[in-house]
């Protein structure tokens, strides 16, 4: 795979960049010898990679659909057109919102070493599934006409189930790193989940586009199974939830929580503290437009380039024969920068960067109002990509941490993923009705309504009210910062 390892080494060049950024940043006077940092790398490392590869097995849906909408079902339409792909993705999305109600309880008690387990053992097992359903609905195999005649509801289930399992991921990185980081180096930690959430982009769209054109649709969902557990087993080996199981010296992290040395409160009382938090629910209205507005550029640019590329010729773009490697280079520059001015410049406070990356959302959501028809729309998508993801590590992967505190972040950071998630479920609801219907002709070349420019319209349109709404609320944490508890007599 020359292409992809050209692109992977892009990548490789990029992340040494970073690296020496970070390095010879001044110190945020949080101290730690030489073998407990050497230790933290090798903890958060395979465990970031496990979460790179969950994402890989979670997008790798939209992969799938450039085969899918071009294969016919029975009555003659795309297998999967695009409001057929909204209703499985809006249901996988659905799953994912609601599952901290599970989920982050489980983590916080069962620890977060647990959770990356359960999550890649489940996500690599509905992968194979929808592997083995591919192969069935391309070779004509054992369940074909079930599966050809009920497709979406099919594979709305296998989906919604892979997605069950990927929301312990975040959870779980979360939980995990939350011992590992003091307050005040958590934004340098924001900007590794950024680079972990841009990897996983990378390994979706980047190397699966390349599977999907060297190997197959069924090894667009065997590739990351295979990774996943791999990376199952390195993890269950390596991966430790605190510094003191790894034998090192715990910490006092100086978060939420730090001081409260009391028993730990059942989920329900802490679900209750967390949703009279005011800080915890605007972030999670953040995240909310978050989830919208990312995957709303991730999922839907593309398609929007192939369908109607006889009008606007986006297909031969260097921005849509990259994207993977674009998206993952402007979510790795997002993060980074988000991270490290959050640390040295407005004192480890999350509000002031997620407004003004906000403020970058709504200006790059008005101009793709007026300039989505011309060949400015790829990078101006990928910039607006680069804000929201540096929105995303800041406050999921790290005010969740530092307002939920390292006893509770697991149903923190449940609850704000899950409002991301949320979003996405409104955004995929929304598309699949605003959106132009694709149709097939009798070679399977995609015509109709899809193909008209014009009819996409309401793509970006749903942007500005999101990024608006987002800005707002972003701007009521300009000055949050966590209190730590004081230790109990």
């Not at 605190?242 to 992290?253: E, H, I, R, S, V």
């Not at 409002?419 to 149709?439: C, D, H, K, N, R």
């Amino acid at each position: 795979m020359p292409l992809f390892l050209t692109q992977f080494g892009y990548i490789l060049i990029l992340l040494a960049i970073v690296a020496v950024i970070i390095y010879f940043m001044p110190s945020v006077n949080v101290v730690h010898s030489a073998a407990y940092k050497r230790r933290r790398i090798f903890n958060w490392l395979p465990l970031g990679l496990t979460y790179a590869f969950l994402y890989m097995g979670r997008y790798n849906l939209k992969i799938s659909k450039f085969a899918f909408e071009e294969i016919q079902g029975l009555d003659g339409s795309p297998l999967m057109g695009n409001a057929d792909f909204g209703l499985i993705f809006m249901w996988g999305t659905v799953v994912y919102g609601f599952s901290f109600l599970i989920n982050g309880p489980l983590t916080d008690r069962m620890g977060g070493r647990f959770s990356i387990l359960t999550g890649s053992a489940g996500a690599l097992v509905m992968n194979g599934l929808m592997g083995l359903a591919s192969m069935s609905l391309l070779k004509h195999g054992p369940g074909y006409n079930f599966l050809a005649t009920n497709f979406v509801p099919v594979f709305s289930v296998l989906y919604a189930i892979n997605m069950y399992f990927q929301s312990f991921g975040a959870v779980a990185i979360v939980k995990v790193n939350a011992p590992w980081f003091h307050v005040r180096e958590r934004g340098v930690f924001g900007a590794i989940f950024g680079v972990l959430i841009s990897l996983g982009i990378f390994f979706a769209y980047g190397l699966g586009d390349i599977i999907l054109k060297s190997m197959g649709l069924v090894w667009v969902f065997f590739m990351p199974a295979l990774l996943l557990a791999l990376f199952w087993v390195i993890d269950f080996f390596i991966v430790r939830n605190t510094p003191g199981d790894a034998g090192l010296m715990d910490f006092n992290t100086g978060d939420a929580s730090s001081g409260d040395d009391s028993p730990q409160l059942g989920a329900m009382k802490v679900f209750k503290l967390m949703l009279r938090n005011p800080i915890i629910l605007t972030i999670a209205g953040v995240e909310f437009c978050s989830g919208f507005l990312r995957q709303a550029i991730m999922q839907w640019f593309r398609t929007f380039a192939k369908q109607t590329d006889l009008l606007l010729g986006l297909k031969s773009s260097f921005v849509y024969e990259n994207w993977g490697l674009l998206l993952c280079a402007a979510g790795i520059t997002g993060g980074v920068v988000a991270g490290l001015i959050s640390d040295h410049m407005f004192q480890s406070r999350r509000g002031p960067v997620a407004g003004f990356l906000y403020g970058v959302m709504l200006a790059g959501s008005v101009l793709l109002v007026f300039t989505y028809q011309t060949p400015m729309v790829g990078w101006l998508v990928l910039i607006m990509s680069m804000a929201v993801i540096g929105v995303h590590g800041m406050l999921s992967g790290t005010a969740s941490m530092d307002f939920g505190g390292t006893k509770n972040v697991g149903i923190a950071v449940g609850i704000i993923d899950g409002f991301v998630y949320l979003g996405t479920a409104v955004m995929s609801l929304t598309y699949s009705i605003v959106l132009p219907q694709e149709q097939l002709d009798s070679a399977g070349k995609i015509i109709g309504a899809a193909t008209d420019p014009n009819n996409w319209r309401p793509w970006p349109l749903a942007m500005v009210a999101i990024s608006l709404l987002g800005l707002v609320l972003a701007s009521r944490l300009w000055n949050a910062k966590p209190k730590p508890k004081p230790k109990s007599a």
